[in-house]
């Protein structure tokens, strides 16, 4: 990693097509840039890794994929490459996985800045570390200028599912416990203030995490534990009617014990957009049988990522809407699926 | 798949942003254009797998991905989705693995067209059917018109690598034997071809097809076989250059052994290029000791893929330059690898 001491051979500061183009200057960005931070193993184009845990009777292969295009590429709280980690990370660990390894590949816009490449993969680099996961393999496209926006990262990811592990929204049961593990929408309005098309300076950062040490928390004290999603794009709303439908179930909110920053609040009536639709990329929600929601709240609570850990509703029979709220006044509202599109490229 | 019976739920006849949007919008365009297709198993996101190879001692995983932005998006002899699916199978393969599952993730641009979607997907469900794997999990993404180039498209793979296999270019030894698959050139010169830059109207096919079961045919009749790597971008020029520089050998390539289409060398000699460094998306290079080659000729001449495959050059040791051609004429002349770039945007 010494990488001062060493001659770049990349001549110049912005991509080029060559960079792209299957020869020296491609195997040199690539070189420099990407594996001398990643430090995959293999020198081949596939990586090959063996896991214990895969060799285990029942146990199961995760496999997820995302692709993010997210504008601005940095923003408060993070970067593409850190939403790319984390992104694909939490799939995994929703889905009840020990992530184990991911892949990430690029496509760099001709001309987009080597030093942004480099602060990119340096925290995706930092990110993977913390979250226990190995980027072991990765490809890279160029195309021409106004042929993608800056760069866009495709990150694959796999892990274990342990033996006996079944998490799904097919699980919930009428009483089961919905807990969300911190406060909703910083991301969206994050990305929103970021873009600078709207007069608004709040002080806010993306929640950009994470997950998967919050659900091996919760995973080992709950062994009844349903469920678990993401709330990314769409929001908790669309996260919650998809497991509701999934279930045969419907979900009672209670609007009290949404956990929402003042600054996402304010934000949202300026605007007249609805925080729970709002996307979050460090929030979950998970439904646990009522005799494990204390148990669960105190895992969460014992990690970083759940420190702000709370009910937010239920799961009840199923009613004429998937997902309904009842508001601090004992009045309910119905809270649909996402219509339309609140903010394109959030992620 | 009897999707003619059901009323679409897509308005209109282009992609919207608000099919990126994470709502109802995007969950329609998932269902009838993808999922109705690739059918996955699992309602998650994540995919859960599970496969016997993987519980033998030694077995190894392998992982790879890779983006594809070819433009064309259709051309003679398939499209950006049949290359997404063979490139990545491809990877696998040459690796020593068997190819299994895949992901597939989708940056689409506002505007394009769901019809073409919807041939793109059709064409990847069929490659992915013959070459024995499955698209098991997926994403999209919907950027801005002119954010991107009407979509790109990145696959991931898994596959298992058996116990005891252990393909590598540092395996090559001197006296090794090279052996290629079939003609070299065709993706690269029919792409050239399509783009229509040019008044060229070859009667060219991109030669892009999947070569696990021709990698599966070598790999059981060879068992010292060493090393494979398919040819993409940078052509055998570049593929050769990097093995030998792994392997710590030279490579001396026979020109007059080379399997060239006369009309992609008449195109090459037309435009000042190189067949060596034209990309391939069905061909590959392989080493085996002298010993196995009759063997390794015989099982790929058994399988679609390798009808053509014939010797072309050989290992020896390390000289001063890693790829050397002897000429018909009985010169020789250096095979660098690709400096600069061809063609952008050729996978």
Known sequence: MNMA?????LRGDRVTLAHGGGGRAMRDLIEEVFTQVFQPESG???????HDALQVKGARLAFTTDSYVVTPVEFPGGDIG?????????????GGAE???LSASFIIEEGCEIALLRRIVASMAREAEAAGVRIVTGDTKVVEKGSCDTVFITTSGVGVIPAGRDLGAAHIRPGDVAIVNGVLGDHGATILA??????????LQSDCQALG???????EACPDLRAARDATRGGLASALNEMAEAAGVSVELDEAALPLRPEVKGMCEILGLDPLYLANEGALVLFVPEAEAEAALAAMRSVEAGREAVVVGRAVEKGSVPVRMRSAFGGT??????VGEQLPRIC
């Open 99 to 101: 992530p184990l390894w």
């Open 82 to 94: 850190k939403l790319a980690v984390c992104g694909t990370v939490n799939d995994l660990a929703v």
């Open 44 to 50: 081949e184009d596939q990586a090959r890794l063996m």
């Open 333 to 338: 509202r119905i809270v649909d699926m996402l």
């Open 194 to 203: 970021a873009r600078g098309d709207l007069a608004l300076s709040a002080p």
């Open 213 to 219: 040490h919050l659900m091996a928390a919760v995973a």
């Open 5 to 9: 001491s060493k001659p770049s051979r």
